[in-house]
Each structure stands twice: as C-alpha cells, then as structure tokens.
C-alpha cells in the first residue's frame, strides 16, 4: 500500500514544526532535516514538489530570519507561548512567501492557515488569518519600519555586523548581501578515474550545464542544482559536489605517493577523498590517518571514501588529545581544518546566524590555539601543514597564525601565490561570493629542520 502524499498545508506545517526546533530549541537546520523521512529532492511527482517546498521554506525562512521575526513580533498583539513557537514559526513560513516568493497571495495565505490543522492547532487558524492579511494590507508601512534596523535590514545579528564592520571595513556590505545569497551548486571530479574535461562532456551530453571553476584543477559549477543521483557516475565516485573554495585546501597539502597524512578535524570526508584522489592520480597511495571526535559525522568519512572506492585508517578521537591516540607518530602533512565559527559558509547554513553568540568566538579560537599546538610536534621537519577555516573573522584566521608563528619558532610561513583570494599578513582569505565560492581561509606552515 503506497504512502499517501501530503497536501501542501501539511508541508508547511513540517516547516513551521522544524523551525520550532531551529529557532526555539537552538537546533541544527541541516541536523533536523536529515532526520527527516524520505528528505531527498529527487522523487519526481508531488512528492519530489513537497520536499523542495519543505527545504525552500525552512531555508527561505532561515534566510530571512531577523526581518520575519520582527514583523511577526509587530503583527502579534502579545507574545505567543512558548508550547507554541511552532504558530509563530508558520506565521513567518506565511510572510516568507508573502514577501519572497512567488506564490499567488490567496494560496499563500489560505494553505498557511490550513497548516494549523497539520500542527494540531485549530485554535490559532483565526490568528494566522487575520496577521497574513493585515500584513497584505500594511506591507509597505511594516516594511518600512522593521528595516530602521540593521539586523533586520541586512538580516543578520549586530554582533557579527559589528565584528564584519571592524575587520572588513571596505568589503562588510558585500560579504552581507554574499551570505544572503543562494549558494551554487559545485562538484569536483576525481582525477584517479578520468578528466574534467572529459566528465564535462559527459554532463553536456546529458544537458546539465556546467562549466570549470577558476583555479581549482577538478571543479565544475553548474548552472542549475539537482539531486546527485541525477549526476553521470556520482554512485561510482567519478565525481563529488564540494564548493570551491574547499577544493583548495587539497592542493595546498601538495599530498605525495608514499606521505603519511593527517587530515584532522575530517568528518565529513570531502577534503579526506580528495587528498587520496590526488595521491591516486599520481599512480601511488599514501598512508592517511583521518580523525574525527564524533563517531556518528566519522560514519559519513566511512560512507564517502567507500563510494570513492578509497581507504584511510579512521579513527574517532579528540585531535588535541594527542596521547590518546598519536604518542609518537609523524606525518609528512597535516590538514588542519579547524572547528570555527563557520561565518564564510552562511549562505549554504543560514541558521548561523541565529544560532552563533558572540561569546563563541574567543572559545573557538582557544579550541584552534589548542589544535595548532598539539598537532605540530607531530609534523615532520621539512613537513608542512595546511590551517584552514570556513570563517571570515580574523581572529580565527590571520590573527590565530600570528599568535603561532610568534609561539613555535621553527614554523615559517610558506606564501601562498595565487590569483584567488585576498593576502593577508599570513595566508589568503577568501571572502564569500569571490568567484562564487565560500567564504575560506588558508594559511601553508612548514617545519625548520
């Protein structure tokens, strides 16, 4: 007996419901809807339509967090209950589509208000009503004074304005519009089993748009996103989508046939299979050691080299614990892309807006300071090891490695030459939106002998 498809109003009441747990409860976007069932885009028929509804509303919503909020706190006469954040959260799925949408205004509105029924709140199907219309009414009025606030104009918390402000002076208004912006959709073809151009062939064969991502040897970016499964060889690992701002940290490493690898911090794996991709074209292995403190995001590194068809030692440890599981070992390389404030990849996890505080940046950047200073005894003399962030602030980036360099008197910083990005006093900083790539920073440390 086939499942029965849910009606429109029940998708935008699962919306509203996951949104409680992001908004209300400080959970995960991404977190909550790969919990969801059958949460792929790839079903054809009114199936595959719910769940891009689903995921366009959750994300659209998220996007567009701050302004929705403060209008929907203007709408309301008094504050709702907190049992019932989810009424509130379908308020804001009804004026995201009102507002950024192109849904007909009477579907809108009318599925909204239907939704209250899939939330099992029959009693608030007057509220929804009455707020979505008198926001019809007094759209101009109301959206007019909700953006007298910069966090609602430029949809983004004052502490990270503050902190974008200070520390690109000349860039903030443009790494703000960058993360308000859908992301592209990037993939990286595996050299070990063919050429890019010759995958790029593939893909206009089967009438998906493509074209080369600018220095970066192995991406495409397409026009258009679609489901993996719909992408020539993806099953067989001929191909992986990663943005290409991380494409770059593998040929950072410079990974040779022979090496032994750490690549830290690994899960989810991207980084990890492009490293043993390149060692693999050059017709050799490398011994790599891939760690992870979460046994659950180490499972994905496992899922992605067995599609890759590529093999590496995994281990589930707390990297700064090195006595825990690397008393004595050396490493020709080491990747360290650090745990950060992830504010270069925002446009892809919109929700950091509202989950990140401005009180866990001095924590990360001890957690960084820590890493950096437990891993380097393991490298090598000659070795070099690649410092990476998915950040733009430069307390994580460039501020981190010249409190190193000026602790570890045998790092020297190899420069990194390049026409992507912006130097800094130590590395290169991407900024989000720069040739359509996250926000990435990339500092190249080698040991003096």
Not at 117 to 142: D, T
Not at 326 to 337: A, N, Q
């Amino acid at each position: 007996m086939s499942k029965a498809k849910p009606a429109a109003e029940n998708t935008r009441a699962e919306a509203a419901r996951i949104l409680a747990r992001v908004i209300g409860d400080g959970q995960s976007l991404t977190a909550v809807l790969d919990r969801q069932p059958d949460n792929k885009g790839d079903r054809g028929g009114d199936e595959g339509r719910d769940t891009a509804l689903l995921r366009e509303l959750c994300y659209g919503v998220m996007r567009h967090v701050f302004s929705l909020s403060a209008l929907t706190e203007r709408l309301l006469s008094k504050s709702l209950k907190a049992k019932d954040s989810d009424v509130r959260c379908l308020i804001m799925v009804g004026l995201y589509q009102l507002i950024h949408l192109r849904v007909p205004d009477h579907a809108a509105i009318n599925e909204t208000v239907a939704a209250t029924k899939g939330l099992q709140k029959p009693w608030a199907r007057g509220l929804v009503n009455a707020l979505l219309r008198r926001y019809q009414r007094e759209s101009k009025h109301l959206l007019q004074a909700v953006s007298a606030s910069p966090e609602s104009r430029y949809e983004h918390p004052g502490w990270l304005l503050e902190r974008l402000q200070a520390d690109w002076p000349q860039d903030w208004q443009t790494i703000v519009a960058a993360n308000n912006a859908r992301a592209p959709m990037s993939l990286r073809v595996n050299v070990a089993r063919g050429q890019r151009e010759d995958y790029l062939d593939e893909l206009k064969a089967a009438a998906i748009e493509a074209a080369p991502i600018p220095a970066c040897a192995e991406g495409l970016q397409l026009l258009a996103p679609l489901a993996v499964e719909a992408l020539p060889g993806f099953a067989e690992g001929r191909v992986s989508v990663q943005d290409g701002a991380a494409q770059l940290a593998a040929a950072l490493l410079e990974p040779q046939p022979g090496q032994r690898i750490l690549d830290a911090c690994a899960a989810p794996g991207g980084k990890t299979g492009h490293i043993l991709e390149r060692v693999a074209a050059q017709g050799g292995e490398a011994e790599l050691v891939a760690l992870d403190n979460d046994e659950r995001r180490m499972g994905r590194v496992a899922e992605t080299l067995d599609r890759l068809e590529l093999s590496a030692e995994l281990r589930v440890a707390d990297a700064a614990d090195v006595a825990a599981w690397g008393e004595g070992e050396v490493f020709d390389r080491i990747l360290l892309d650090a745990p950060c404030s992830a504010t270069g990849v925002i446009r892809r996890h919109p929700d950091i807006k509202w989950l990140r505080r401005d009180t866990d940046i001095e924590a990360l950047v001890r957690t960084q300071a820590g890493l950096l200073d437990a891993l380097w005894p393991l490298l090598r003399p000659g070795g070099r090891l690649v410092y990476a962030t998915c950040s733009v602030l430069k307390a994580e980036n460039v501020g981190q490695m010249l409190a190193f360099l000026s602790r570890q008197p045998a790092a020297r910083e190899r420069v990194i030459e390049a026409e992507w990005g912006q130097a800094q006093t130590v590395g290169r900083q991407i900024l989000p939106g720069e040739a359509d790539r996250d926000g990435f920073y990339y500092a190249v440390l080698e040991k003096q002998a």
